[in-house]
């Protein structure tokens, strides 16, 4: 059975926080905010921070999302 990608995210973020970049290289997941957006709501908290991301060669700013707590 294929795994949801917010079932993806959510044991990602268990182990380490996620950039877009990871989701997006590692889980072909391109609307990471969106499925953060999912796992909030759904009651989770997690924590989003600007970090310098090195993309290509060039070095970028985008959020890395760390879940805090997790939803019961």
Same mark, same amino acid.
């Given at each position: 059975?294929?795994?949801?990608?917010?079932?993806? &995210?959510?044991?990602? $973020? !268990?182990?380490?926080?996620?950039?877009?970049?990871?989701?997006?290289?590692?889980?072909?997941?391109? =609307?990471?905010?969106? &499925?953060?957006?999912? $796992? !909030?709501?759904?009651?989770?908290?997690i924590d989003g921070?600007?970090?310098e991301v090195t993309?290509? =060669?060039?070095?970028?700013?985008?959020?890395?999302?760390?879940?805090?707590?997790?939803?019961?």
């Amino acid at each position: 059975m294929k795994k949801t990608q917010t079932t993806v &995210v959510l044991e990602h $973020l !268990r182990k380490r926080p996620i950039t877009q970049a990871e989701a997006a290289t590692k889980y072909a997941i391109f =609307g990471l905010a969106k &499925v953060i957006s999912l $796992l !909030r709501a759904a009651g989770n908290k997690i924590d989003g921070s600007m970090a310098e991301v090195t993309v290509g =060669g060039t070095s970028r700013r985008m959020n890395r999302y760390t879940l805090i707590k997790e939803a019961r």
